[in-house]
């Protein structure tokens, strides 16, 4: 039940973002068809582009994994 429960709700969000353009045009998580291939050609077409212009290239990136594995669970469910 809740597994589909989620896969509803995942996929009424998906659709939401998407339909209201609420997700930028770099993120390769949420949207079909994108994968980390994608990404890994983004970047290294802008590290060419820099090298080739002699510029620098500033990168900053986050992956946050199990986000709540450190929250303190008896304040969370209070």
């Given at each position: 039940?809740?597994?589909?429960?989620?896969?509803?709700?995942?996929?009424r969000l998906i659709w939401?973002?998407?339909?209201?353009n609420l997700l930028s045009p770099?993120?390769?998580d949420f949207y079909k068809n994108r994968s980390t291939l994608d990404l890994l050609?983004?970047?290294?077409t802008n590290i060419c582009d820099a090298f080739?212009?002699?510029?620098?290239l500033l990168m900053v990136s986050?992956?946050?994994a199990k986000?709540?594995?450190t929250v303190w669970?008896?304040?969370d469910l209070s």
């Open positions: 039940m809740s597994k589909t429960l989620e896969n509803i709700i995942n996929t939401h973002l998407e339909y209201y770099h993120q390769f050609t983004t970047i290294h080739k212009i002699n510029n620098h986050s992956d946050i986000p709540y594995d669970k008896h304040r």
